[in-house]
């Protein structure tokens, strides 16, 4: 076995694939894969300080990238044949006045935020990676389904690379113009599917499959292991030691995975020696994985989650015709491709699971907004979640939390422009319909006649 490789998350299969595979299924039981290493035999870092080291060694791009600089974590490719462009120059800013808002002490939360990546999302994190394997095995044409943060940064690395050809599913009406701008300035080709993200999603496998077209969505682990480093800045960041909690947004599930992934193999490295909780937080319109772990006790059981319980869950969705549904574009999921890698990462580290009602995801995206670096709907999940986990007495006072603001604030300015508007009918038309009842912390603008005096005087009264 090579040192480097791919194996079934399940123990008791032990399926594995050379790391050149790209079928991205485990080859006996179709489950899902992990990035394996042999750390026997790879060189193995001594301390996680180690890795400032390379703060001085910027002009390098492998040490300045935020995902690269930690390679040794992830060490399936050669420095060579790493694609970088820069991605994971993120920050981890001491929010106060969040904190308030989410009932804790100034002090104890942070925000992590992933949009000031290259294409504003953390995605680009994960597809530096898969990028990077796309190219040990010679691939032509890269291929994705998205809600639009994949797609936006599909579209990135393909024409900041001009290395492969972009080709990005989309589900019709649900995407933000902010991301399919992006799809569509970077050249990539965009197939509108009349359906959900759930049928672009089964269709971009069955098509990539098909005509062997590289796939990047993150049921690919090597977009995993890129996003693993989410972690390992929001460690550096706090000096290398742990927050109580991660608060993260769910989707696909594919950071949760990456994080309880990352935390796994620190353990094993004896490079942490205390591991954070991991909250993921649902919206309430697309609760599968809420459902499933919170309300009938599904877990992931030395390996093997009770599939009945999966299946009859799935089978209820499709008869009874749910569709995800929430003004959080980008966790608008009903069936994670990701769920087993999430349950074994909720196991690792004492996981919950919560959901947050659109309303209380605006309300807390508006919060970021005026007491940090703003971010899109979904992101703000992380924070509604928080405090929702604040109340009932989960977090406890005095821990220190970490909630993960996963894609910038002007990927979704029509939900922002809704929810701050003075009129009532961009309000509903965007938000009405989707059960919130109002914009609890509207900014909104102060209309005023083209008079000095009347300028002046509305000034006064306002500031
Ligand atoms: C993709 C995405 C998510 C969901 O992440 P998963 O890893 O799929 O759970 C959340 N927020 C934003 C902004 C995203 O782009
Ligand atoms: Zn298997």
Redesign the pocket.
């Known amino acids: 076995m090579d040192a480097v490789y791919q194996r079934c998350i399940h123990p008791a299969c032990g399926g594995t694939h050379a790391l050149d595979d790209t079928s991205f299924v485990c080859p006996r039981c179709g489950g899902l894969m992990d990035v394996a290493y042999d750390w026997e035999r790879l060189p193995r870092p001594r301390s996680l300080r180690d890795f400032e080291a390379k703060w001085a060694g910027r002009s390098n791009p492998l040490h300045f990238s935020g995902v690269w600089r930690f390679r040794e974590l992830l060490p399936f490719a050669e420095p060579d044949k790493v694609l970088t462009i820069g991605e994971g120059q993120t920050i981890l800013q001491r929010a106060d006045a969040v904190a308030t808002y989410a009932g804790m002490q100034p002090g104890n939360l942070f925000l992590q935020y992933e949009g000031l990546n290259p294409s504003g999302?953390f995605?680009d994190n994960g597809m530096t990676a898969a990028f990077t394997h796309a190219r040990i095995i010679g691939a032509r044409r890269a291929a994705c389904a998205s809600?639009g943060?994949?797609s936006a940064s599909l579209a990135v690395f393909c024409s900041a690379t001009g290395l492969m050809r972009a080709i990005v599913f989309i589900g019709s009406g649900k995407i933000s113009y902010g991301k399919l701008a992006q799809a569509l300035d970077h050249g990539a080709l965009t197939v509108q599917i009349a359906g959900d993200f759930d049928d672009a999603m089964q269709r971009v496998q069955q098509v990539a499959r098909k005509l062997g077209i590289y796939l990047v969505n993150?049921i690919n682990p090597f977009r995993l292991e890129g996003q693993k480093s989410i972690m390992l800045r929001v460690l550096e960041a706090l000096r290398w030691e742990a927050p109580d909690w991660i608060v993260v947004?769910?989707?696909?599930?594919?950071?949760?995975s990456a994080f309880g992934k990352a935390f796994g193999e620190l353990a094993v490295l004896g490079l942490l020696p205390r591991l954070p909780r991991l909250a993921v937080i649902n919206a309430a319109g697309a609760n599968t994985f809420y459902q499933l772990y919170e309300k009938q006790g599904l877990r992931w059981n030395g390996g093997s989650p009770d599939q009945t319980l999966i299946a009859r869950y799935v089978a209820g969705l499709s008869s009874d015709k749910v569709r995800a549904a929430t003004i959080a574009s980008?966790?608008e999921i009903n069936h994670p491709v990701n769920l087993p890698k999430a349950l074994r990462a909720l196991e690792r580290c004492g996981g919950v699971v919560r959901e947050a009602s659109d309303q209380e995801i605006l309300d807390a995206k508006a919060k970021v907004g005026t007491g940090g670096l703003g971010c899109?709907p979904?992101?703000a999940a992380s924070v509604a979640g928080a405090r929702k986990l604040c109340k009932e007495g989960v977090i406890a006072p005095g821990e220190r939390v970490v909630c993960i603001l996963?894609?910038h604030q002007l990927k979704d300015p029509t939900a922002t422009v809704a929810y701050h508007s003075t009129d009532q009918k961009t309000f509903d038309d965007v938000l009405g319909h989707r059960g919130v009842r109002r914009a609890t912390f509207a900014n909104r603008a102060v209309q005023v006649p083209n008079e000095l005096d009347e300028i002046i005087k509305a000034i006064e009264v306002y500031s």
Do not use: H, Q, R
Request: net charge neutral.
């Open positions: 999302s995605k809600t943060n994949t993150s947004p769910g989707g696909n599930l594919g950071n949760v980008a966790i899109e979904a992101s996963t894609g």
